[in-house]
């Protein structure tokens, strides 16, 4: 959602006129943000466990305190906290310099909103700051100035959630990304290291069955960074695919599939937990895409009671000053949702979501393992190194006592330490011999503490011998993401489903003029010495073989991965080119976990 209240596909030329709007109407707002200071404490009360929370648009020169009232909506999320312009590291309400993070603005709204049992959420970005780079996380490339723009508002406020709508270029800014979850984990230390309560909601785009690589891309960042990720609240709306949409059983797939990628991310949470994260964000009567994409009254109680049955964490929408029907058959307006209904109807029929009480009940302890890099490729002989990391995922750091199982015959796996505390790391060394066979094995490294088991796999590919990498195929199970060192056709790709083992495999891909082959020269094998070439395959025509110091190639048609042989021997020179390749116009090949033994 932008500023404007829009979504990431609405015209430029549209968001500025809106802009222009709602910067006059700022000029005329003092009255509304009367100078009261928030009562200070140690930490605010904790969001409901359950809540509705719509968006209010805060550019607008309307009073929270007043909307809210009328509306029924206790909680609201306040929208939008921007820098000013592009570069700087200084946060204002709609990045608007007269209406700065302060007590004088808003404080007295906040406070007569506290008295009526209600809080806010200030949420940072919005499409109008994604899309002109005054975003956070995007202007300021200063992590710890980022987490202090955090750590103003929670004090100033004294709230205990944070919002980041992250949409548009805010979704492919990778260094932002990064930025933005090493300040969020900066700032859950600092909440930890002075008793108070915080959390993190993202805000992100969504298709009908959940979300879209970008957006997943930011969770995933936030994982590897160890930023605690509390809710992932989805915009299901403004799906611009052409299609006709029920918008209640679209809202439904999408949460669904937002609740598988979630357990992906968090192996170690139990399928409540996962739906205690999810998070929808409605867009009441005629979205920005059109009628094709309108949420009826008729949408709000079944979502109301599909919430309510999975347990999920927030109810919101798009936006609070939308919720009447003063302009029936206009789409994405900021005022009035377009269809018939009555003032607040949406907002009457959702508040009663909000539950679960102030204070939530004490957290369970709980932690996570994971290992990285995840797999490695080494000749008989060799050794590989990793490092296991583990992270508290719930509750308090605890002790976790670390195993590694799995080792082939003739190799090792041993930890260091093998004792952690929850949030600590340990390398993990894999260490093989001249008599390990050859192959691919699963080490499992496994996490056990008072609160339960979780555990982490690490894959590794023995091949021949070699003296520590001579005469491997290296990247023999593609698990570095990319081809290197193997040389490919532009058709080829490196897949990540199907796969033999691991995370990535080779798709090969020939058209009626090539075969899609991809070569990768080995050196270091012992001359005039018998050898064999093996991998897995799957497809059509497939073939692998040796060419150069040697000759020797094999092919197969199969619609599940088949592992294929090849013996040779080597030449003077101990040097050959491994292939793969498929046939002209027989459709893809697959293959995985290339090995000299």
Request: proline share 4%.
């Amino acid at each position: 959602m932008k500023r404007t209240g829009r979504h990431i596909r609405v015209l430029a030329t549209a968001a500025a006129t809106l802009a222009a709007s709602a910067g006059a109407l700022l000029a005329s707002s003092a009255a509304g943000h009367a100078a009261t200071a928030v009562p200070a404490a140690s930490t605010g009360t904790p969001i409901p466990a359950h809540v509705f929370a719509p968006y209010f648009e805060a550019y607008n020169g309307q009073d929270p305190a007043t909307l809210s009232q009328q509306s029924g909506a206790k909680y609201l999320t306040m929208a939008f906290v921007q820098t000013a312009s592009a570069g700087s590291c200084t946060v204002d309400w709609d990045g608007d310099t007269s209406t700065p993070i302060s007590s004088s603005t808003y404080g007295s709204s906040i406070a007569t909103i506290r008295s009526g049992g209600g809080d806010i959420i200030p949420s940072f970005g919005g499409y109008a700051a994604d899309h002109g780079g005054t975003e956070i996380a995007d202007s300021c490339t200063n992590v710890s100035s980022i987490a202090a723009a955090y750590e103003s508002v929670i004090t100033t406020y004294n709230v205990t959630r944070l919002d980041l709508d992250t949409e548009d270029n805010s979704l492919t800014n990778t260094a932002g990304i990064d930025r933005r979850n090493k300040a969020i984990k900066m700032v859950e230390d600092w909440t930890a290291a002075n008793g108070r309560t915080v959390q993190f909601s993202y805000t992100l785009p969504t298709t009908t069955s959940g979300l879209a690589g970008s957006g997943l891309a930011v969770l995933q960042n936030a994982v590897s960074n160890n930023a605690r990720v509390d809710v992932v609240n989805i915009m299901t709306f403004d799906y611009y695919d052409g299609a006709t949409h029920q918008m209640a059983n679209d809202t439904k797939t999408a949460a669904t599939g937002l609740e598988g990628q979630l357990a992906s991310l968090y192996p170690g949470k139990s399928a409540s937990q996962l739906w205690g994260m999810v998070g929808v964000t409605e867009m009441p009567g005629i979205d920005d895409y059109g009628a094709a994409e309108t949420f009826q009254t008729s949408d709000a109680a079944p979502v109301l009671s599909w919430a309510n049955s999975m347990g999920i964490a927030e109810i919101s929408f798009w936006a609070l000053q939308r919720d009447n029907g003063g302009c029936v058959g206009t789409g994405g307006s900021d005022s009035c949702s377009g269809i018939a209904q009555s003032t607040w109807y949406f907002s009457n029929t959702f508040e009663p979501f909000t539950s679960g009480g102030s204070t939530p009940p004490p957290p369970t302890n709980d932690f996570s393992v994971g290992v990285s890099p995840t797999s490695a490729s080494l000749a008989q002989g060799g050794t590989a190194k990793a490092t296991v990391s583990t992270a508290v995922t719930n509750g308090n750091a605890q002790s976790i006592a670390l195993t590694a199982s799995g080792a082939p015959s003739g190799a090792t796996a041993s930890l260091s330490p093998t004792s952690v505390t929850a949030g600590g790391t340990s390398a993990l060394t894999v260490a093989t011999s001249s008599t390990t066979p050859a192959g691919t094995y699963q080490i499992t490294v496994t996490g056990t503490a008072a609160s339960g088991s979780h555990s982490a796999t690490f894959t590794l590919t023995v091949t021949g011998p070699g003296g520590g990498g001579g005469g491997a195929v290296a990247n023999g199970g593609f698990e570095s993401g990319s081809f290197s060192p193997w040389t490919c056709q532009s058709t080829d790709a490196v897949v990540n489903s199907p796969v033999h083992s691991g995370s990535h495999a080779a798709k090969v891909s020939p058209s009626g003029s090539a075969t899609g082959e991809c070569d990768q020269a080995v050196s270091g094998l012992t001359p005039n010495h018998a050898y064999k070439l093996t991998a897995w395959v799957q497809g059509d025509y497939a073939f692998i073989g040796v060419s150069g110091g040697a000759s020797a190639s094999t092919w197969t048609s199969a619609s599940s991965w088949t592992q294929l042989s090849v013996p040779f021997t080597t030449d003077s020179t101990g040097k050959v080119t491994v292939f793969v390749h498929g046939w002209y116009s027989q459709g893809d090949v697959y293959a995985d976990d290339f090995a000299i033994s």
